[in-house]
């Protein structure tokens, strides 16, 4: 949980309550899903291969994820031409479970063309 939540989160125990339930009915083996996303991640600096990428992007970071922190989502965004960054405040690791309005809201604003 405190790796994939915002304080704001950690701090509201019925909210805490309900991911421990939720999260409390996952696997807690590995599996091997989760062995092959490991596999494939990239072990060597992809930001020169980024800088490419034309086509318009939207990396969004999670203001207090402490696993991806947004300053590389950032990064991302900067390597390519047409990238862009948005950070979501009050999220961590897990945001798009977290405040997924604000995050579904930021998706549809970028595919209608809207910036932020």
Avoid at 24 to 51: C, E, F, I, M
Avoid at 92 to 113: D, S, T, Y
């Amino acid at each position: 949980m405190l790796e994939s939540f915002s304080r704001k989160t950690i701090n509201d125990d019925n909210a805490v309550a309900d991911w421990i339930a939720m999260f409390s009915t996952w696997p807690t083996k590995q599996t091997p899903g989760l062995r092959r996303q490991l596999d494939v991640a990239p072990h060597s600096n992809r930001l020169p291969a980024y800088r490419s990428i034309a086509a318009p992007v939207l990396v969004l970071g999670f203001s207090d994820d402490i696993v991806t922190p947004p300053y590389l989502g950032r990064e991302v965004a900067d390597a390519m031409p047409n990238g862009r960054f948005l950070q979501i405040p009050d999220t961590g690791h897990l945001g798009f479970l977290e405040r997924p309005q604000a995050v579904n809201a930021a998706m549809l604003q970028f595919f209608a063309g809207v910036k932020p």
